[in-house]
């Protein structure tokens, strides 16, 4: 079985740019969360979506939306990149319970899109 | 709020040695607890979780953690390190409903030949 696809695997873009980062989550899974990685860091909760409808967000800036297709694939979009946004972007998705709750938690991670803003 | 904090950022260890990666939780509420683990320029995997069964858990490559609600710890073990374990380790918090994984800041495991 396939796991949680993300594309592109790298890029880089020039500040001022805007970007749009896609995933596909485990077939099954409802529920696709996006975290960002800076370099040295613990991955940082950005947002969550479940059954295409925002369930949770990080502390960041309106600058990052996201959103949940009908087939679960998710797009996460940063306008007006910072040198600050360069960091690895990772996706994962989980077997949420019919609530979108936590049920057990685990999230099954991506190998992430990582993003160089120049 | 939930938060976790992981103490020293970089462990060394001997091959064949006991492996010690120390996790300590903030949580109002009995949380669920995970270790993922990292290797270079790929994702997360999971490790282990506990979800308020058995207090020590067993995970996969021979890791095991004990939650430990007195001390608020959940500390990650191995008995003998394996060059293969060398990655980054993060402990993570979450609550049943909750709609994120907290994570802490990891710790990135060496192992000396």
């Known amino acids: 079985d396939a796991g949680v696809t993300q594309s592109p695997t790298h890029l880089i873009k020039t500040r001022g740019q805007h970007v749009t980062l896609r995933c596909s989550p485990i077939?099954?899974?409802?529920?696709v969360s996006w975290y960002q990685q800076v370099l040295g860091q613990g991955p940082q909760f950005i947002f969550q979506?479940?059954?295409?409808?925002?369930?949770g967000r990080g502390n960041f800036p309106d600058r990052f939306s996201a959103r949940q297709f009908p087939n679960y694939s998710s797009e996460l979009n940063v306008n007006a990149l910072l040198l600050g946004d360069s960091a690895l972007y990772l996706c994962?998705?989980?077997?949420?319970?019919?609530?979108?709750?936590?049920?057990?938690?685990?999230?099954?991670f991506g190998e992430g899109s990582r993003l160089t803003v120049l | 709020a939930q938060s976790v904090t992981q103490l020293g950022s970089h462990v060394s260890v001997s091959e064949g040695a006991l492996v010690l990666l120390r996790c300590n939780y903030s949580s109002s509420v009995p949380p669920y607890l995970f270790w993922y683990v990292q290797y270079p320029n790929q994702g997360l995997q999971l490790l282990l979780k506990?979800?308020?069964?058995?207090?020590l858990v067993k995970g996969i490559n021979g890791f095991e953690a004990e939650f430990k609600k007195s001390e608020t710890s959940f500390h990650l073990t191995k008995p003998s390190a394996h060059m293969s374990d060398a990655a980054e380790y993060f402990c993570a918090v979450s609550l049943y409903s909750a709609s994120k994984i907290i994570f802490g800041s990891g710790t990135r495991l060496s192992i000396r030949p």
């Open positions: 506990y979800t308020s069964a058995a207090t």
């Open positions: 994962a998705s989980r077997p949420d319970t019919g609530t979108g709750g936590g049920g057990t938690g685990e999230l099954f």
């Open positions: 077939s099954g899974h409802k529920s």
């Open positions: 979506y479940y059954e295409k409808e925002e369930r």
